[in-house]
Protein backbone atom coordinates (compact mmCIF):
# COMPACT_ATOMS: atom_id res chain seq x y z
CA UNK A 1 0.00 0.00 0.00
CA UNK A 2 1.65 3.87 -0.84
CA UNK A 3 1.63 6.40 1.95
CA UNK A 4 -0.96 8.86 1.44
CA UNK A 5 0.61 12.28 1.55
CA UNK A 6 0.01 14.77 4.08
CA UNK A 7 -2.37 17.56 3.38
CA UNK A 8 -1.29 21.04 3.67
CA UNK A 9 -3.42 21.23 7.02
CA UNK A 10 -1.76 18.11 8.12
CA UNK A 11 1.83 19.83 7.65
CA UNK A 12 0.82 22.75 9.09
CA UNK A 13 0.41 21.09 12.23
CA UNK A 14 2.68 18.84 12.06
CA UNK A 15 5.16 21.94 11.91
CA UNK A 16 3.46 24.17 14.71
CA UNK A 17 3.59 21.09 17.09
CA UNK A 18 7.61 20.78 16.45
CA UNK A 19 8.13 23.81 16.39
CA UNK A 20 6.43 24.85 19.78
CA UNK A 21 8.02 21.59 21.28
CA UNK A 22 11.15 23.99 20.87
CA UNK A 23 9.54 27.09 22.13
CA UNK A 24 8.66 28.61 18.66
CA UNK A 25 5.65 30.29 17.96
CA UNK A 26 4.58 31.30 14.58
CA UNK A 27 1.83 33.24 15.69
CA UNK A 28 4.33 36.17 17.05
CA UNK A 29 4.82 36.66 13.21
CA UNK A 30 3.01 38.96 10.84
CA UNK A 31 -0.56 37.30 9.37
CA UNK A 32 -0.04 36.67 5.62
CA UNK A 33 2.52 36.54 3.09
CA UNK A 34 3.66 40.20 3.79
CA UNK A 35 7.23 40.99 5.11
CA UNK A 36 6.72 43.18 8.45
CA UNK A 37 8.16 46.53 7.13
CA UNK A 38 9.80 47.29 10.96
CA UNK A 39 11.55 44.10 11.60
CA UNK A 40 11.51 42.45 8.16
CA UNK A 41 10.05 39.12 9.94
CA UNK A 42 8.58 36.87 7.00
CA UNK A 43 4.62 36.71 7.18
CA UNK A 44 3.03 33.27 8.56
CA UNK A 45 1.90 32.50 5.70
CA UNK A 46 5.41 32.54 3.64
CA UNK A 47 6.81 30.92 6.61
CA UNK A 48 4.34 27.83 6.77
CA UNK A 49 4.54 27.83 2.89
CA UNK A 50 8.82 27.28 3.26
CA UNK A 51 8.72 24.70 6.26
CA UNK A 52 5.97 22.73 4.11
CA UNK A 53 8.09 22.66 0.88
CA UNK A 54 11.38 21.55 2.90
CA UNK A 55 9.05 18.66 4.67
CA UNK A 56 7.93 17.26 2.03
CA UNK A 57 11.70 17.66 -0.11
CA UNK A 58 13.60 16.28 2.79
CA UNK A 59 11.86 14.08 5.18
CA UNK A 60 10.92 11.36 3.10
CA UNK A 61 14.93 11.27 1.19
CA UNK A 62 15.81 11.44 4.43
CA UNK A 63 13.98 8.92 6.21
CA UNK A 64 14.62 6.21 3.12
CA UNK A 65 18.43 6.97 3.31
CA UNK A 66 20.77 3.58 4.61
CA UNK A 67 24.45 3.33 5.01
CA UNK A 68 26.06 2.16 2.71
CA UNK A 69 27.58 -2.11 3.91
CA UNK A 70 30.08 -3.37 3.04
CA UNK A 71 30.88 -5.72 0.03
CA UNK A 72 29.28 -8.76 -0.22
CA UNK A 73 26.97 -8.34 2.76
CA UNK A 74 23.99 -10.47 3.31
CA UNK A 75 20.82 -7.70 2.66
CA UNK A 76 19.28 -9.23 5.77
CA UNK A 77 22.22 -7.73 7.60
CA UNK A 78 23.17 -4.68 5.71
CA UNK A 79 19.65 -3.61 6.82
CA UNK A 80 20.54 -3.78 10.64
CA UNK A 81 23.77 -2.58 9.65
CA UNK A 82 22.39 0.68 8.32
CA UNK A 83 20.80 0.98 12.19
CA UNK A 84 23.85 1.70 13.80
CA UNK A 85 25.21 4.82 15.66
CA UNK A 86 27.47 6.99 12.84
CA UNK A 87 31.25 6.90 13.69
CA UNK A 88 32.30 9.83 15.98
CA UNK A 89 35.66 11.83 15.47
CA UNK A 90 35.94 11.76 19.54
CA UNK A 91 33.59 8.84 20.98
CA UNK A 92 35.19 9.21 24.49
CA UNK A 93 33.03 12.41 24.55
CA UNK A 94 29.75 10.63 24.62
CA UNK A 95 30.94 7.42 25.95
CA UNK A 96 32.27 9.39 29.12
CA UNK A 97 28.53 10.79 30.31
CA UNK A 98 27.25 6.65 29.91
CA UNK A 99 29.56 5.50 32.17
CA UNK A 100 28.02 7.59 35.38
Not at 20 to 25: K, V
Not at 27 to 40: E, H, K, N, R, W
Amino acid sequence: MTPVPPTDAELDTFIRVRLASLGIDLDQLPPGTTADPVTGSPGRDSVLASLRSFVRSTVTPLAAYQMPAPAGTDPATAMALSQQPAPMLYPSISTEWRDR
